[in-house]
Every structure is written in C-alpha cells, then in structure tokens.
C-alpha cells in the first residue's frame, strides 16, 4: 500500500522514476527454451502465462518484435462478449469471458472489466430473426442473452435515435449483459508482469525472421538477436501469421486486411453500455476517460499497412450519426489501423501443424480481444500436451482440409 501512496507517486515524479521497479525483467534470450512463444501480444502473453501456471513449464521465452501489446491488443476498441452463433464458437467465448470475470484477481492486476453490456441492434424483420435465433441458441449453450424491446433500449441509452422514420429504424436488439470493455493496455502489461513472476523471460526487440526444422519437426528460430533452439514453438503473431507460417514452409488459409478504429474529443458521462449495428456498420462505447471508442468492419483490401481509407471512415462516421445525431457535433481526435488474419469462416485456427512441435494460434479476424484469456488458456493446453483440449479441437487447420467449417459470419457482425 505504502509504495502507491500518493508521496511516493511525488517522490518517483521527482526522481523521473527512476526508482520504480519494473513490472517485468529484461533478460538477455538464453540459447535454449522448453517452449518459444513468438508475439508477445495478449494472445503470446496469456500462452506464456497459463503454460507456467496451468501445466509447470517454467522455462519458457514470449519473443516480441517491438514492444509488447503494441499490436492489435492495443489498437483494438475492446469489446468483450461471448454471444457467438455455433456451440463450437459460444463455448470457447464463454471460457475466455468466465477467465475475464476473475482475471484482475488472477493477475493480482486491475485489468478494467467492465461488465456494462453489449446491444447488437436489429433494423429490419430479418434482422430481428437472426436476433432471435441466436438469442435462443446462446441460452441453449448456456450464455446469458436476451432480446430487448425498442423502449428497452431506449430507456437505457436515452442518446440513440430510436425514431420509427429513421433511414434504418431500431426495431429491437439482443443483449448480453455479462459482456462489457476491458483496458487493453492493462490486460498486455497484466499478463506480462504475472508470466514474468513465474520465470517468463519476456524479450523485446527481439523479431523472428526464420524458422528452423529437421525434417518434419520444428528445431528453433532465428532472430535478430540470434538463433534460439526449441522442440516447441507456438506462433500468436496476428496479422503476421501468415508471414511466419511462409518461413516454417506452410501456408495458412488467411487474409489479411487493415482494421480502424476512432476515438473523439472526451465526454462527460453519455453512454455507459456498448452499441453495434451490423446493419449500419458501426459500433460505439466510451472509454473510462470519456472519449467515444468508434469502429466498423476491416478495410475490404487486403494489404499490411497499419492504416486505413478515408472511405471507411466516412462510412462508419455515417453509421455513427445515424444511431446517435447528436454526435454530430463532437469532434474526432485520431484514428489508426491494425492487421488482422481473416480466416473463410471467421473462425480462428489454434492447434498444431503438420510439422512436428510447430503450433499456430491465429486468424481470430477483428474479435480476438475478447478470446484473450480463453485462447491463451487452450493454446497452453495444446502446447502442453501436444493434443488440443476439447474447446479448440475444433479450430484445427484440419477443418479445411475436412470442410468442417464454422461459419460465425453473422455473429462476428460489424465483427467485434
Ligand atoms: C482496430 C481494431 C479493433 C478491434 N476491436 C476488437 C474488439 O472490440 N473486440 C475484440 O474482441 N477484438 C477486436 N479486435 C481484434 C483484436 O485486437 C485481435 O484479435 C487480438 O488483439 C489479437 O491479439 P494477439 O495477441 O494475437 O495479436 P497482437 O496483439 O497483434 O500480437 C501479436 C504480436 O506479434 C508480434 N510479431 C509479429 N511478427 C513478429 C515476428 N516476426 N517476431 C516477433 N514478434 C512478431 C507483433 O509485433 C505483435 O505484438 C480489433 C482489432 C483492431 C485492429
């Protein structure tokens, strides 16, 4: 307690903080691991993390080739739920957010989980069957959902244009109170600082260029910082995935596409829930801070540069106002872009590869935020025991060679 008191916080000002004890090491990469995670984003961070806590494995290296959550884990707008359509898609969001309900605990770090609810609006009577079809399967997996009235919905956000001549008029909307925002930031620096505790070496400025094999089992990686051997390597790399799956020699069924996001001038206090349209094409919350967190669907290009096209955020802006007229008058700050790996069915891949020791976590798209703990805590069973556990076995790579699809085209939505 006395090191966050507020003189010390005057004491670390004055010294320029020198004095503050880092929340994770700096180590110099040693020459061997048991297990090499390569991205330290949420995803890497979380595998690192559950492997050490979950399954004993103690000597285990995350290699990042900037700074750690500087990829998508914080670039995203952090919606967290888990109302997918399939069994196979609702169970594996369910675990992630049951971790996310007891993670700051488990961290010994406030994450920031903020169970505020998420609306997914309906527009039109098709709209409203969708709605109500997933609303039925959600409670047939379990997942708490329900469908709201447009006085409902209302009542609870008095901002939103619920006008019946509005261009798209609100007919109703599904609601998943459990779900909510988390701060993304803290969620990276969380994950570090509990894996780092439990003998993690976290390693920045540490890029993988080449991955090494024998034959038909993995051997090591090299990068900037050397060649470093391992018998087990499990890739989270996002938007890079399929960069480093051409330097293991495979190819992943992934596109790549840039994904904004937005964020206006901060607010007082006018929205305390998450909206999403999938029919205008937008989504909006408000941080903590008081700034509008807005977004849409990916840029339709494929390409990796992390920014986005005037286009696309004429047309979310447009989304916008049309829900909220009165936003209008705020004025943006900033936007910026991500890379995310799309796979055909909007499903991520978690699982081993054919080559031997070599695991791929990846193509979870514009919603792989709110998987974080979830895929990390399956991703480490996989590594673990070389087998998947029972959530991700069916987001192998296998399925595309057996056509067993997931097809979450129409929960993932505007796609978060
Ligand atoms: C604008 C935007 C909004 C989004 N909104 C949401 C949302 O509201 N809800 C939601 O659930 N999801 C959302 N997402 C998706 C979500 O951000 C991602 O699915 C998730 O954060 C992926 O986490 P990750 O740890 O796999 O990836 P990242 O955080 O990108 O981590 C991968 C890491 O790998 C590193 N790396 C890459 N190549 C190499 C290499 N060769 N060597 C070493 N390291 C390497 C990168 O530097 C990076 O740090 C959004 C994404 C974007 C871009």
């Not at 670039?75 to 399939?86: F, G, K």
């Not at 894996?195 to 090299?222: L, S």
């Amino acid at each position: 307690m006395k090191e966050y008191s507020a003189f010390s916080l005057l004491r670390h000002a004055a010294s320029h903080n020198r004095n503050w004890r880092r929340a994770w090491r700096s180590p110099e990469p040693r020459r061997r691991y048991d297990v090499i995670i390569v991205g330290g984003g949420g995803h890497g961070l979380a595998t690192a993390y559950y492997l050490a806590k979950e399954h004993g494995v103690r000597n285990i290296a995350v290699l990042e080739k900037d700074w750690i959550g500087g990829g998508n884990t914080g670039r995203n707008t952090t919606i967290v739920r888990s109302n997918y359509l399939c069994p196979e898609s609702s169970l594996l969001y369910e675990k992630s957010l049951k971790l996310w309900e007891g993670l700051s605990q488990d961290l010994n770090y406030n994450v920031m989980f903020s169970q505020r609810g998420v609306y997914n609006l309906g527009h039109s009577l098709q709209d409203m069957r969708d709605i109500e079809r997933r609303v039925s399967a959600n409670r047939l997996n379990g997942i708490d959902a329900e469908v709201v009235t447009v006085a409902q919905i209302k009542k609870a956000i008095p901002l939103i244009n619920t006008s019946p001549t509005a261009r798209y008029p609100i007919l109703g909307a599904s609601l998943q109170r459990r779900a909510g925002v988390a701060r993304h930031d803290a969620v990276a620096w969380g994950f570090a600082r509990a894996a780092d505790a439990r003998g993690v070496d976290i390693i920045e400025q540490c890029r993988v260029t080449g991955v090494n094999r024998d034959g038909g089992k993995v051997t090591g990686v090299e990068t900037t910082r050397g060649t470093i051997h391992s018998d087990k390597i499990g890739i989270v790399v996002a938007g890079n995935a399929s960069v480093l799956a051409a330097m293991a020699g495979m190819r992943l069924p992934i596109q790549s596409h840039p994904l904004q996001a937005f964020v206006s001038e901060p607010l007082k206090r006018v929205l305390d829930t998450v909206v999403m349209s999938g029919a205008v094409h937008g989504y909006i919350s408000q941080s903590d801070k008081g700034d509008l967190v807005i977004g849409a669907g990916i840029d339709a290009y494929v390409g990796y540069g992390q920014r986005g096209s005037f286009q696309t955020i004429e047309h979310t802006m447009a989304a916008i106002i049309q829900l909220f007229p009165t936003f209008s008058r705020v004025r943006m700050l900033r936007m910026w872009g991500g890379i995310v790996d799309i796979c055909p069915d909007a499903c991520p891949i978690i699982g081993k590869t054919s080559v031997d020791g070599l695991y791929f976590n990846c193509g979870w798209g514009t919603g792989g935020f709110k998987a974080t703990p979830g895929s990390g805590w399956t991703f480490a069973h996989t590594i673990a025991k070389d087998e998947p556990h029972e959530l991700n076995a069916p987001f192998s790579l296998e399925r595309f060679i057996s056509g067993a699809l997931i097809d979450e085209h129409g929960a993932a939505a505007v796609a978060h």
